[in-house]
């Protein structure tokens, strides 16, 4: 007799994510594993990396091209922030001038900050997120709070997105705003 699971591709209980899916799919397994919120980075021809920000299940969700990643290994960044301990994110004052840019600000807040009562996180912050918007793209930074003066270290990783499209809902639906400059990698 044949074992069951040799039969059965998918055994667990989870959808399968496939390129040849759409990305929907991400909202099936977020409600199943009971997450609001979702990061997804997408692969494409081993050398292009997408990232999509979304709220579950609705929307809305942005799609960013990520440009110049540096590692903590590839810069020798040292740091120590703790685990659970939540961060502090700065934008800086285009996020507050340009609509689409405000949508993204709330976006990240929800995604990348930590409430403060939540169950796994500590009472503290010891490290900050900074956003920053320069020459129509959004720079992230990974800073470590060193000491109670202000005294800080990047600690990376860093990268920059270059903001593609802006969905009304989660991975799909109308699209509330697009980047006209955008040109993808493979023209």
């Not at 590692?71 to 939540?86: H, P, Q, V």
């Not at 507050?96 to 503290?124: A, M, N």
């Not at 900050?128 to 990783?157: C, H, M, V």
Request: charged share 25%; net charge positive.
């Amino acid at each position: 007799m044949k074992d069951l699971k040799a039969l059965m591709p998918h055994h667990r209980d989870e959808p399968k994510l496939e390129r040849w899916k759409t990305l929907s799919v991400i909202n099936e397994i977020g409600e199943m594993k009971h997450c609001n919120k979702a990061l997804y980075f997408e692969g494409r021809h081993k050398k292009d990396l997408y990232m999509w920000v979304s709220n579950l299940p609705e929307g809305p969700s942005a799609k960013f091209f990520i440009e110049n990643i540096s590692t903590m290994g590839e810069l020798k960044l040292t740091g120590n922030c703790l685990k659970g301990a939540r961060p502090l994110l700065s934008f800086d004052q285009n996020f507050s001038k340009l609509p689409h840019l405000t949508l993204l600000r709330e976006l990240f807040t929800q995604v990348f900050g930590i409430p403060y009562h939540h169950p796994k996180s500590q009472p503290f912050v010891d490290r900050i997120y900074t956003f920053t918007y320069i020459d129509k793209r959004i720079w992230f930074r990974n800073y470590q709070i060193l000491s109670e003066d202000g005294a800080i270290s990047e600690i990376g990783p860093r990268f920059v997105m270059n903001p593609v499209k802006i969905f009304n809902e989660s991975f799909s639906g109308e699209a509330l705003w697009e980047n006209t400059e955008y040109v993808t990698p493979a023209k």
